[in-house]
């Protein structure tokens, strides 16, 4: 059996566990910073297909987004056409399950999609062959909100398990490197917008605490000229989040399952900003795992009765998730399968639409 991977770095963590029990010939299309390093020890090949996401601060025009969409998209075909590939993994809600999914179905390659973001999906996954839930009650709502069908639910989420296996550095090694002790971990992720960012970091700054912030899809320059605390340090480049939630005092984030599942399986007391994302499977998982989820203004409050997560069974269901992908994958047959279509297409981008 001949696969190809299409992933950004976070969903590419979420597949690794898989793709680490398959015995099948692997082909990874990365799609942004970070990607290649985690599937290079599975796949035998890996083509870059693009860029995550640009700078929330900085607008691109409608036009400009959809002319790097149709080259990454070639840049798959490419990649694909000729390999004799037999199925297509794809996991998340960004550009790369969009140009994975829409080159494996230029050259009619089947698609296995893991979806776990349920109430913001993207809509190619409509011509996914087959989908997975973490739960019952996501695949009923996949099933009747969106109209998809051919959805398995293998009752968990697969990133936990890579997540229970990383090697994190020493906390004191992280405070030296960053010269920062006791520090607060702030996150900005895709759950804000610009015009969140100042109002952010004036709350912070009314902590008088030492800060460490990760702009993640922010520009890091922009987002330290906000800065006016010496207590408030901007990271740039490369991070490694893990070790950092492993080393702080506390977390505050504005990000989505990744990171929420970091959070659970590490046990690092935490902050959800509720952010744009109102409804979504992590602002559900947040509050299962007792991971308050609360507005920018509610956040000092919230800082002086934070409690560790309690992580329940997430390891343990990650490992029956993956056995139960992987069953999936080996008895997928295309020919049994009908894509959602059109109609459940149409209704995941009207339904988008008030995140743009």
Not at 140 to 155: A, V
Not at 221 to 234: A, H, P, T
Request: one cysteine or more; charged letters at 20%; glycine letters at 8%.
């Amino acid at each position: 059996m001949k696969i190809a991977v299409a992933a950004e770095a976070a969903p590419a963590r979420t597949l690794a566990p898989i793709l680490e029990k398959l015995e099948a010939e692997c082909l990874g299309l990365s799609h942004g910073p970070g990607a290649a390093d985690i599937l290079k020890p599975f796949c035998s090949h890996i083509y870059p297909i693009g860029s995550s996401r640009g700078n929330p601060l900085q607008k691109r025009s409608r036009t400009h987004i959809a002319y790097l969409v149709a080259g990454d998209t070639l840049k798959a075909v490419k990649a694909l056409k000729g390999k004799n590939i037999d199925l297509l993994l794809s996991c998340g809600n960004a550009g790369d399950v969009r140009k994975g999914i829409s080159a494996a179905n230029i050259l009619r390659i089947p698609v296995l999609h893991l979806e776990q973001d349920i109430y913001n999906p993207i809509e190619m996954i409509a011509f996914a062959g087959q989908i997975t839930a973490p739960s019952s009650r996501y695949k009923k709502y996949l099933e009747d909100n969106y109209l998809l069908k051919n959805i398995e639910n293998i009752g968990g989420y697969p990133l936990a398990s890579y997540i229970n296996q990383m090697t994190l550095k020493h906390p004191q090694d992280v405070k030296n490197t960053y010269q920062m002790d006791d520090f607060i971990l702030l996150a900005l992720g895709g759950d804000l917008k610009g015009s969140d960012i100042p109002g952010l970091i004036k709350t912070m700054e009314l902590l008088e605490k030492p800060v460490l912030i990760v702009p993640f899809r922010f520009n890091s320059l922009q987002v330290r000229k906000m800065v006016q605390s010496s207590l408030i340090k901007v990271v740039d480049g490369f991070v490694d989040l893990p070790s950092l939630m492993g080393s702080c005092q506390a977390m505050v984030y504005g990000a989505g399952m990744g990171i929420t599942l970091e959070a659970g399986v590490l046990e690092v007391p935490s902050i959800k900003i509720k952010g744009f994302h109102h409804e979504h499977s992590s602002v559900d998982l947040a509050r299962d795992l007792g991971i308050p989820v609360v507005d920018i203004d509610d956040i000092p409050f919230t800082l002086s009765n934070l409690n560790k997560p309690q992580s329940k069974n997430l390891v343990k269901d990650a490992e029956v998730a993956i056995d139960k992908f992987i069953n999936l994958l080996y008895n997928f047959k295309s020919e049994d399968t009908s894509k959602s279509g059109w109609a459940a297409f149409n209704k995941i981008w009207k339904a988008r639409s008030k995140f743009r």
